[in-house]
């Protein structure tokens, strides 16, 4: 007999853990979701990997997954036939919570004042495979990794501690087994071996899966009697009713791209985008794209309504899936969306690509990038209908995402006109509000060509630059780039609308007073600059020279109100910031 061995859950992890076991969290409903979406994952792993590895040994006749109900023990089991997990994955997967996102959670859940606050962070991060524990008092894995001929099984109650040990006759795949705490109506905790609450969760969250999910239920048929010659003559006996098993499958499958958008509720956007995302917010829009002749493909794609905690790691995912023709191919696919987009979540369905396509004949393919570009301006100008459409909801999109947006200033140059007609900036004009260029342009003063900006690390620190002074007196807007982006975009983008973009901190800026002087009185002035100039001469030459490491050249300014002096920097050098972010990439 193989030894049962029994570890202890990392403390974070047992934390998390604790959390579910006790959750408030309401929607409890949603682990069945978790397991289904998991299970449809495995097997279209398994699809795929047999198909790119014609040595596997697997089974790939018949994938589907099974749901089965034990009533008497109330005892939930989800099966798929999928690609399994090694001992190894089972104890990296499962046994450590490594799922990404739990890191940022479990970060915020110290902080969380009360149980409902924790509920909360549950709604919007997400558990996965924990959340069985939020119905279940023991949850038992049983798996073996295709190809692989040990299984292995994994049993928990969620306080502290696993068993792990070595199976021999596992069937390939995963089943999750769970002994359902007793119900309890007041905490919404349905019955969920009744039959018609699976049927009900199955539709509501999991129609889509592509995969058949299965039951059996039981169905009673009218039998009529029948005559039998060695009868003792009653020859009217009452039909009976017996009692037959019937294996169901409970979803449509349809593939919720391939159907046309006004066929399909919200709800059901709604439950897809989870599962192709992995999160549980609800998407902010959907967006549904179709092409046909020489390329043809279908898009389903979502903008979140909030911001991946990943969004600004290296290891980011992208939110893209490419299936070829209804068979899943690729997860995280970056080849479909720029990854100044990678926030959009969806799929993408094409009609002629290989099965066998990889990522480096992806990179190269003319249709993938026909197909990019289509995304590409698709996914900008539903942001521009947002933002005049639905101003909250701009809001929210720009607070999530603008960062990453921005970057696209830098990476895009064909759309770098669309992106800055969807961006929003800080600026002087309003504290409460962010505004748009357009905006920006349209409050420009008579004789103002160009466009203020200044770069810094906090609102209150560019407001209180000497460099603001002249600007705040003469009342010309300038807009606060906080983000490390706008150090490096700015000095990338000439002009919006004809009007050149402008660092108030570098170079001379023009500040053009001389508007409805007269010549005379313009020569004046310039002559006064001049007097001015020779008078200080010493003063300016002395402090060039006694400064001459830090600094390239000391002038007069007409820029500061109550400053003695300030820092300029050339118009093409680096400011302080930039150097700091270079710096802090390492380049
Ligand atoms: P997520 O699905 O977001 O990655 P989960 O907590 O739901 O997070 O699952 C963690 C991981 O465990 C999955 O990424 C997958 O690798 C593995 N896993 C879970 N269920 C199955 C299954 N039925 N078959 C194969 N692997 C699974
Ligand atoms: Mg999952």
Known sequence: ??????????????????????????????????LVSNASDALDKVRLAAFQDKDLEVDTSDLHITIERDVENRRLTIRDNGIGMSREDVVGLIGTLARSGTAELRAKLAEAKDAAASADLIGQFGIGFYSTFMVAD???LVTRKAGESEGTRWRSSGEGTYTIEAVEDAPQGTSVTLDLKPVDTDDHLYDYVSESKIRELVKRYSDFIAWPIRMDVERTERVEAVETES??????????????????TLNSMKALWARPKDEVDAEEYTQFYRHVSHAWDEPLETIALRA????????????????????????RSHGIHLYVKRVFIMDDCEE??????????????????????????????????????RLTKKVLSTIKDIRTERPDDYTTLWNQFGRAIKEGLI??????????????????????????LEDYVARMKPNQTEIYYITGESRSAMENSPHMEAFRARGIEVLLLGDPVDEVWTGNVPDFDGKPLRSIAKGEVDLDDDEGKTQEEKDAAEKERAEKEEQFSDLTTWLTETLSDNVSQTRLSTRLIDSPACLVGDTFSFSPQLEKLYRASGQ
């Open 336 to 373: 479909l969306i720029p990854e100044y987009l990678r926030f959009v979540k969806g799929v993408v369905d094409a009609a002629d690509l290989s099965l066998n396509v990889s990522r480096e004949i992806l990179q190269q393919d003319r249709q993938i990038r026909a197909i990019r570009r």
């Open 138 to 140: 023991t949850v038992t």
């Open 411 to 436: 990476a895009d140059t064909d759309n770098r006109d669309a992106i800055l007609g969807i961006s929003a900036f800080e600026s002087t004009h309003d504290p409460e509000t962010a505004t748009s």
């Open 292 to 315: 046909e002749g020489t390329f043809e493909y279908q898009a389903l794609l979502f903008i979140p309504s909030q911001a991946p905690f990943d969004l600004f790691m290296r290891e």
């Open 1 to 34: 007999n193989a030894p049962v061995e029994e570890r202890e859950f990392q403390a974070e992890t047992r934390q998390l853990l604790d959390l579910m076991v006790h959750s408030v969290y309401s929607n409890k409903d949603s682990f069945l979701r978790e």
């Open 231 to 248: 009868g003792d003559g009653d020859d009217d006996a009452e039909p009976t009713e017996k009692t037959v098993v019937e294996t169901q």
